[in-house]
């Protein structure tokens, strides 16, 4: 990995969680692995109703742009790449109003990352042009909406 993981990641809890509870500490990936480590969690929230699954979403990605932009200036470092908590933020998005059950969330899974790796724009734009903990979430948000839409169309056509 290109940026060297901190110690504090393991003792500070703002650090943790931005680096998705630890999985964005991987050599290789860490957006991959932080989105995997993202499922466990859906999992708990799939059951949620619309409403209280919008709710955490709201509140995840405002925690989100504290987490990351308080991590970033601590580390000295825009976007580290094991800052992961954007990706379990785009994967929530990704699933919210997905059916339950495997194939969703594998097919979620693929989109997300798609569209986080690609970055079509406007997400490329965003990615390069808005800074701090904001900056960080946002481009993993607006893909989440891509993979969102791209979820519920492969629905409706009856995946």
């Not at 499922?39 to 209280?52: A, F, G, V």
């Not at 790449?81 to 379990?88: A, K, N, R």
């Not at 994967?91 to 693929?110: K, S």
């Amino acid at each position: 990995m290109a940026d060297k993981v901190p110690r504090s990641v393991w003792r500070n809890p703002v650090h943790f969680l931005a680096f998705g509870l630890g999985s964005g500490t991987v050599d290789k990936a860490p957006g991959t692995f932080g989105t995997l480590a993202a499922i466990p969690i859906y999992l708990l929230m799939q059951h949620w109703t619309d409403l209280n699954y919008l709710i955490m979403l709201i509140v995840t990605f405002i925690v989100g742009i504290y987490l990351c932009d308080k991590t970033s200036k601590d580390l000295g470092v825009h976007d580290h790449s094991g800052i992961v908590w954007d990706e379990f933020v785009g994967f929530w998005i990704t699933m919210w109003m997905a059916p339950e059950g495997w194939l969703y969330i594998i097919v979620g899974f693929v989109l997300f990352r798609v569209f986080d790796i690609l970055k079509p724009w406007p997400i490329s734009w965003l990615d390069k042009k808005v800074e701090g903990g904001f900056g960080i979430m946002i481009d993993d948000v607006l893909a989440g909406v891509f993979a969102l839409l791209a979820l519920q169309g492969l629905i409706h056509l009856g995946i």
